[in-house]
């Protein structure tokens, strides 16, 4: 299967005075609020950290839902917390804390299939896809 998602981010201004929006194909996102404060305090909007690591939880648990249901095990409920640790300007680590109900299940099995998902998971394995840049310049 093969599909493309969209998402647009506008900026106006310095890094730290500036302000933007981000939107999304679905418009889940639609003109959300980006500004200095919103990444590094608590200003009111989203950031690009909070959306990785959103992207992250929702892929993974989605995911391990799949591997579960391949096995014929149906989960009653799967959470998964994504900590994303931003230090010295680089995203350093991402924590998954996953808490699940599946009836039937091992706590070994269910850390394996686990495990598994972590490591197949696309938005997992998305720092060794090709990136692309289009630039066009407006005045």
Known sequence: M???RKANANWQGTGME???TIST???TL???QLSFKTR????VGTN???LIAA???GCFTMQLSFLLSELNYVPTDLNTEAVLTFEDGTITKIHLELNGVVPGISEEEFQNIALKAKQICPVSKVLNAEIT???SLSR
């Open 2 to 4: 093969k599909f493309t």
């Open 18 to 20: 500036g302000k933007g």
């Open 25 to 27: 194909q679905s418009t």
């Open 30 to 32: 639609n003109n959300t």
């Open 40 to 43: 590094f305090a608590e200003g």
């Open 48 to 50: 690009p950290e909070e």
């Open 55 to 57: 992207a992250h939880s």
């Open 133 to 135: 840049l289009g630039v």
